[in-house]
């Protein structure tokens, strides 16, 4: 059993940097990928940044050249480094584990075996 604990978010205002945390539990699994994603209210659900089965990094058109997702095996942790922030990064950011190749290529959130509660990040202009 996997479990996911989010934390970092809070309130900044544009301009400012975040660096948000997932700590895992449980990962027993040599091949897997993480991702962070976010929701705004009203809006979809959107990834935003992903640490891929092979250990590359993909990321949002949106948040290129702005977030690093990064992670430390020793704690099992994963990063989302935010800078630059924008009132439309504004969101509850999650993260989420699979180690299945479809789930990973295909990154639906909903698919991942195991997400996060969640953590907010408000950006004011």
């Known amino acids: 059993q996997v479990e996911l604990v989010e934390s970092g978010g809070g309130s900044v205002q544009a301009g400012g940097s975040l660096r948000l945390s997932c700590v895992a539990s449980?990962?027993?699994?040599?091949?897997?990928?993480m991702g962070w994603f976010r929701q705004a209210p009203g809006k979809e659900r959107e990834g935003v940044g992903f640490i891929n089965r092979d250990g590359s990094t993909s990321y949002a058109d949106s948040v290129k050249g702005r977030f690093t997702i990064s992670q430390d095996n020793a704690k099992n942790t994963l990063y989302l480094q935010m800078n630059n922030l924008k009132p439309e990064d504004t969101a509850m950011y999650y993260c989420?584990?699979?180690?299945?190749?479809?789930?990973?290529?295909?990154?639906?959130?909903?698919?991942?075996?195991?997400r996060g509660q969640g953590t907010q990040v408000t950006v004011s202009s």
């Open positions: 449980g990962i027993g699994y040599n091949n897997y990928c």
């Open positions: 989420a584990f699979d180690w299945r190749w479809n789930t990973c290529y295909y990154r639906n959130y909903e698919s991942y075996k195991y």
